[in-house]
């Protein structure tokens, strides 16, 4: 039984009538460690991005132009077709292979919000709706063979390369939110926190084979106060760091986000860099309170600072 059969037949227990499943990982990132390629797992397909909508009798491998003839070659023999990433060729796939009515899972962690609004909108004129599934059905079925996740140290970026103390950056930030008035800054790019804290790590060096960027896949809450709340295991963060990093950040588990999440953010103005944050977390913070778009750390990450240069 190929990995494609054991994911539909899953699909059949959801009452789902397909699945929706990026290259993309919890992070949204586009060269994923390898723990975390599920589509790869599934189809086979080694290309950077891609999206693969896996139904009960049919199968779609959409791409942009760059990865059409490698798509076909890496799922070969199994009944995948390629599809263009344009609306137009995706709505027309899904209208001749899905029903009004039918159900489309997805894993709201792993696709940006900006982008799957889209897809339901296109979805809906079909009549087919979205359903984000509580957790990932590939992770029950991915047992045999899969990499560990890699969770290096968290080490200190010292001020004289950065620029600026985490202390100043956390300042400032809490003073645009007052500003804005909003009550929250969601942090849901790994490298906007790398450089608001000053921190870097190894997770992207050690056995990914491309694109190697030294940030540390986690996400963050920051109030208007200046405080962050960082969420990340306590247990990477390097000894001569940790001391430094409780005067602006509080430390939680990475399992308690949504339900921080769920309960801070109830009735309150949430902004976000609207590209990087997943659907999930988009969702549940405007299920009752206000999500703005604001880009405020990736642009000051493009801002020059007086700093050493590193050899």
Same mark, same amino acid.
């Given at each position: ?48 991005? /891609? #999206?693969?909508?896996? =139904? ?5 491998? !959409? @791409? $942009? ?6 798509? &076909? ?44 609004? /889209? #897809?339901?909108?296109? =979805? ?5 709706? !979205? @359903? $984000? ?6 992770? &029950? ?171």
């Amino acid at each position: 039984m190929t990995n494609l059969e054991k994911l539909r037949r899953t699909l059949k227990g959801l009452n789902l009538q397909g699945f929706l499943l990026p290259s993309s990982d919890e992070y949204l990132s586009e060269y994923a460690q390898p723990a975390f390629r599920r589509l790869r797992w599934a189809t086979g397909f080694t290309g950077s991005t /891609g #999206t693969v909508a896996v =139904l009960q009798d049919s199968a779609a491998l !959409i @791409v $942009d132009g760059r990865y059409v003839e490698q798509g &076909a070659r890496d799922t070969a023999g199994l009944g995948i077709d390629i599809v263009g990433v344009d609306n137009e060729s995706r709505q027309a796939w899904f209208a001749a292979h899905l029903d009004p009515g039918s159900h489309l899972g997805i894993d709201g962690r792993l696709h940006p919000y900006s982008e799957m609004l /889209g #897809t339901i909108d296109m =979805l809906a004129k079909l009549g087919i709706e !979205i @359903v $984000d599934v509580p957790e990932n059905p590939i992770d &029950a079925l991915w047992k045999e063979g899969r990499p560990s996740e890699i969770a290096s140290p968290i080490h200190d970026y010292p001020v004289r390369f950065a620029g600026l103390s985490r202390e100043e950056k956390c300042a400032v930030l809490g003073k645009h939110l007052t500003q804005t008035r909003a009550d929250w800054h969601l942090i849901a790019d790994p490298e906007d926190i790398a450089w608001l804290l000053n921190i870097r790590t190894d997770d992207s060096l050690a056995g990914v084979d491309a694109h190697p960027v030294p940030i540390p896949l986690c996400r963050a809450l920051a109030a208007a106060t200046g405080r962050v709340h960082l969420f990340v295991d306590e247990g990477r963060i390097a000894a001569d760091l940790r001391e430094d990093l409780l005067r602006v950040a509080s430390l939680h588990l990475p399992s308690e986000f949504e339900s921080f999440l769920r309960e801070n953010a109830a009735a309150k103005t949430v902004s976000t860099n609207i590209h990087k944050i997943p659907y999930r977390f988009a969702a549940i913070v405007t299920a009752s309170g206000s999500l703005i778009d604001d880009q405020v750390l990736a642009l000051r990450r493009c801002a020059e600072l007086p700093v050493e240069r590193l050899a």
